[in-house]
């Protein structure tokens, strides 16, 4: 606790005026001392309300706590989700090392290079026209059938890596169980050349279940069969592993990969690989196994993820922000902002330790986003005159498209986008003062600013990397698990309640909803009825 | 002063476990009292932390600060957007009184009643094929160029309405000045038959100008002629309403209705009425000027904006939660978070009251949100046993789409996304006691539910005029102006010294970049390099 303290202490230290970032901008060397290369990617923390005293603690704070231990455990195998008695291995998903890694005595290594293998072969007959709709044409439509982690993490680097896509494939994503998206999805796609993929880790999440059977029931009222147009992604033995239901292939899931860390496995790894190519989809895994390995090397003091995780605990439990900006200068990672908000919140909004007691602190803040500048004309006027919040900028220094550089203004638009990217964290960290109070900014609002050099695979797997390592140290540091969640467990448990209420009035309808509480009675009853 | 005292000492009471949500809704009537149906939507705050007594204090703040007048005084044409001098006549564009209301003694209604009828000539005839692309064919894709409010109310409807869009037309948002936007949007679309829409209440927006410029470039490129292929929403008088660039037609837009308000102004109206058609539109904003009949006239107490408004006050300065979800039940409302998030967050995220004092508490909340169920499998784990935020969920009775009616464990999707929209809400209201406590969950977690009885346009403009209404009541209660945006100037001028600095460079290559602070100067020269 003896570190912990001093940071409370140190943080009245920071709230005085002298330490504004206005004035601790004033050094020249502040930039150098407060940024760090790792990883090919660049982190600024300049603009943080950090200085040498209050980074020390932290870096005294990760030593204390050995989060670097904890990562290291992880990769190596380790069973880290002690709730769940496994270990948590996404990061072998990307290794292509061959060094072998062992679970219960058994190197997992070789089975994860047989679905990466596997992934690759298909995909690549799919492309060569060798593995084609039942009507003998190409596939041009892709629909993924998964839900949270099943969904968020491909979706991503969908968009992260559209530019890429010259496959002739569309990837549409059927993840809500809201009927209103199976009927958009339906609308767009070309029924007779469409392959779905279904994804559920369990085959058994209720909304992928629900999907799937649609999609079942739609594909055989236009006469398609389903052993030619599905493929599965599940575990090993799972309902969705039977071969007495044929599909054209199955890819296997293993139970030390969790759903929002399962991007670089099967997962993301077979609609990505059908969408913009197995090799690029390896050239990301190749990214995100860079970053892996600064992570588990790097010292603290030189460590991205490590130090944007204390970063991120200092402005959560010391400077008491409770939410987190994520702002990419980049329409592309679009998506990045939804996927982050699942992978951090779901794994560090929890209660309790690892060894079941109320965590003695606040955990996970929470996460939203939009690309700049759009964000810039959207929220940002309460980021610098209302209730602040960090902010994660990410810049670009290479555009693709770069063919397109009409001149406005003198500048194409990449450099005006960057000059965007350049003024708001010093706007929001140095204010303004004026007589007109409408007019004035309080400043001294923190943020980072991470570089990337394009939106190469490379790259995206990269920051995906640093993302989910930052997400793992600030659990590591609270000492809760990350990996699994029980929080969502009651919801499901009362929805299926419900369920059973409505099957059964769908078998009779004179069945009266008198098993549930008054308010739920009320909303089953209208839903019956139709009408408001 | 005396009433806002009050509700802070009835907060201490509230936060009394024998005030949680779990003791309140033992009450049979819990639900008969604290829920109100009004403007055809029907508003549960039964799962809120209030109680008789805390509702009765609410109700009298907002009459101690008149704010049901200041509405009245807004739609009536009184400038109340002070620092800029101007009336908000928003709720005038979707008027179809034969009331006069009078800015500086002019009646401003047959200015809004041409714009209408110009969108539904200009629109039918693009629909009927009177008005064509250059090469003689039907325009097939429209690309909105505009940002912030020029861009995110129109797409929270084009996807809310989608269902109804028959005019083989597709609909494209460049907003950002990221060349990324521009690249992939010219990717989709069919360049001879692309009609663009230039989107800016000025003329002057630093992204929309670049877009333009871009766009033009591409035509000039392809040997399109803009006049053929552009039209413009601007103001009289602005540099997009000169004759001199010839366009095919421009729509006024007026200096009494702000960008984020501006949805049912031309703004929206020219691109949706492409979309979906006029009369789907007009339908639209009927429904919106029901919702505006409802919140100028029905008492506090029976009154939905206003309830809603109170209760996130009640929320936010007095329970101290920083945040509000949105999570509505239908997919086709995947964009009305983004949409509130700017509507809100801009409007109140305010440093001073129109006096130009400090306000004396926190103003404007972080909004965030996904449809759910897909918020479930995101972020909800945070929600049920990580930091406490209030929600909105919304939930629709009649689905779109409702064709495919599979069953899956003996009930419809519809049915399946409605038992998790009921079972939420409890769960988090009522938690659950486990003596593993990581199973246990606090519970005592405010939400309200919304209905609406179908998507239809009607509904949309309901649900729209809800929102705005709840944004502006609540800055009535904080005396704040939610109509300017003055928060957003210093990062404007921040990047305009940036560009110049670009700019110069550009011009000569031995451009130095001294004239700024040395970190700025750093990502100048990382720009220029080319490399991280």
Redesign the interface.
């Known amino acids: 606790m003896a570190v912990w303290n001093k940071l409370k202490e140190y943080a009245h230290v920071m709230n005085n005026p002298e330490k504004s970032l206005k004035n601790l901008?004033i050094s020249?060397d502040?930039?150098k001392n407060f940024s760090q290369?790792g990883g090919?990617?660049?982190y600024?923390y300049?603009?943080q309300r950090v200085d040498e005293k209050a980074m020390e603690l932290l870096f005294e704070l990760s030593i204390e706590r050995k989060i670097q231990d904890q990562f290291n455990d992880m990769m190596s195998g380790k069973k880290i989700n002690n709730?769940e008695k496994r270990a948590v291995l996404h990061t072998a998903c990307r290794s292509f090392s061959d060094e072998p890694i062992y679970v219960d005595g058994k190197d997992i290594m070789p089975d994860i290079a047989k679905v990466r293998e596997a992934t690759q072969k298909f995909t690549n007959k799919v492309h060569m026209g060798e593995i084609r709709a039942a009507n003998g044409k190409p596939f041009t439509d892709v629909v993924v059938i998964g839900?949270?982690?099943s969904?968020?993490g491909a979706e991503f680097v969908k968009y992260a890596l559209?530019?890429f896509a010259d496959k002739n494939i569309k990837l549409h994503f059927l993840?809500?169980?809201?009927?209103?998206?199976?009927?958009?999805i339906?609308r767009e796609i070309k029924t007779e050349t469409t392959l779905w993929i279904i994804i559920s880790k369990s085959y058994t999440t209720?909304?992928t279940?629900?999907?799937e059977?649609?999609a079942y029931?739609?594909m055989k009222e236009k006469g398609i069969d389903p052993a030619r147009h599905v493929i599965t992604v599940t575990s090993k033995g799972s309902p969705g592993d039977d071969p007495s239901n044929p599909v054209i292939a199955a890819f296997h899931m293993f139970d030390f990969i969790g759903g929002r860390y399962s991007v670089t496995s099967a997962v993301g790894g077979v609609p990505l690989s059908l969408y913009i190519g197995y090799d690029k989809f390896e050239r990301f895994l190749k990214g995100a196994e860079e970053m892996d390995i600064h992570t588990r090397k790097a010292p603290v003091q030189n460590n991205l993820p490590m130090i944007s995780a204390l970063i991120s605990i200092w402005n959560n439990n010391f400077l008491k922000y409770?939410?987190q900006g994520i702002i990419p200068?980049?329409?592309?990672l679009s998506k990045l902002a939804?996927h982050i908000?699942?992978l951090y919140?779901?794994s560090?909004?929890?209660?309790?330790t690892k060894k079941?007691?109320?965590v003695f602190e606040?955990?996970?803040?929470?996460?939203?986003g939009?690309?700049?500048?759009?964000a810039?004309?959207?929220?940002?006027?309460?980021?610098?005159?209302?209730?602040a919040?960090p902010i994660d900028f990410i810049?670009v220094?290479?555009?693709?498209?770069?063919q397109?550089?009409?001149?406005?203004?003198?500048?194409?638009?990449?450099?005006?986008?960057?000059?965007?990217?350049?003024?708001?964290p010093?706007?929001?960290a140095i204010?303004?003062e004026d007589k007109?109070?409408?007019?004035?900014?309080?400043g001294n609002r923190p943020s980072s600013?991470i570089?990337?050099?394009d939106?190469s695979p490379e790259n995206i797997g990269r920051l995906l990397s640093f993302y989910e390592a930052k997400t793992v140290y600030e659990a590591f540091i609270w000492d809760i698990?990350p990996f699994?969640?029980?929080?969502?467990?009651?919801?499901?448990k009362?929805?299926?309640?419900?369920?059973?209420e409505?099957?059964a009035k769908?078998?009779n309808l004179n069945h009266e909803f008198t098993n549930v509480?008054?308010?739920?009675k009320?909303?089953?009853d209208?839903?019956t009825e139709?009408?408001?």
């Not at 220094?397 to 770069?402: E, S, V």
């Not at 009362?494 to 059973?500: P, S, T, V």
């Open positions: 901008l020249q502040r930039l290369k090919s990617i660049f600024d300049s603009r709730t839900i949270g982690g969904y968020l559209a530019f993840s809500n169980v809201d009927i209103n998206n199976f009927g958009e339906v209720a909304e279940t629900a999907n059977k649609q029931a739609f409770s939410a200068y980049a329409q592309p939804p908000q699942q919140m779901e560090n909004g929890k209660y309790v079941g007691e109320k606040d955990t996970g803040v929470i996460i939203f939009e690309p700049g500048t759009n810039q004309h959207s929220f940002f006027q309460l980021a610098h005159q209302g209730r919040f810049g220094i290479k555009p693709q498209y770069n397109y550089n009409n001149k406005s203004k003198g500048v194409t638009n990449h450099q005006e986008l960057w000059a965007n990217l350049i003024a708001q010093m706007a929001l204010g303004k007109d109070m409408a007019k004035y900014f309080p600013t570089l990337l050099e939106l698990n699994d969640q029980f929080g969502v467990e009651l919801g499901k009362l929805a299926e309640n419900l369920r059973k409505m099957a769908n078998e509480d008054p308010i739920s009320f909303y089953l209208k839903l139709g009408k408001i």
